[in-house]
C-alpha cells in the first residue's frame, strides 16, 4: 500500500525556520520525482519546490534561496527545509511524488501520490 506521511509542520514567528519531513512506503523515491506543493486558505494549490528523477531541481520564485529541498533514497524520505519564513508562506504543505514530471513548470503527472498534508502557519 503506497503511503505519503508528512510532519514536522507548526506556528513560526516571522524569520524563523521550520523542516518538513515526508515519509514514504510501498513505493521507492529513488525512481520518482518528488515535490512540495502547498494551498492556502482561498487560493490554489501550488507548486513550491520539485526534484526530478534526473536530479533536476527547481523552486517557486518566491522562496528560492530560503528553501531546501532534500531527498534520503536510504530512508525513502523526503525533506523541505524554509528558513526566513514569512507570513505568506502560511498554508497547509504536501508532499507528492509521480513517476513522470515537468521540472520548470513544478508539474507531476502520471500515477501521483500524495500525502495528507502538514500546516504551516507564520505569523507577523
Known amino acids: 500500500q503506497v503511503q505519503l506521511v508528512e510532519s514536522g509542520g507548526g506556528s513560526v514567528q516571522a524569520g524563523g525556520s521550520l523542516r518538513l519531513s515526508c515519509a514514504g512506503s510501498?513505493?521507492?523515491?529513488?525512481?520518482?520525482?518528488v515535490a512540495w506543493f502547498r494551498q492556502a486558505p482561498g487560493k490554489e494549490r501550488e507548486g513550491v519546490a520539485l526534484?526530478?528523477?534526473?536530479?533536476?531541481?527547481k523552486y517557486r520564485e518566491s522562496v528560492k534561496g530560503r528553501f531546501t529541498l532534500s531527498k534520503d533514497n536510504d530512508k525513502n524520505a523526503l525533506y523541505l527545509q524554509m528558513n526566513s519564513l514569512k507570513p505568506e508562506d502560511t498554508a497547509m504543505y504536501y508532499c507528492?511524488?509521480?513517476?513522470?514530471?515537468?521540472?520548470?513548470?513544478?508539474?507531476?503527472?502520471?500515477?501521483?501520490?500524495w500525502g495528507q498534508g502538514t500546516q504551516v502557519t507564520v505569523s507577523s
Open positions: 507528492a511524488a509521480a513517476p513522470r514530471c515537468i521540472v520548470d513548470t513544478l508539474m507531476l503527472y502520471g500515477n501521483e501520490y
Open positions: 510501498g513505493f521507492s523515491f529513488s525512481t520518482y520525482c
Open positions: 526534484l526530478g528523477n534526473s536530479g533536476r531541481s
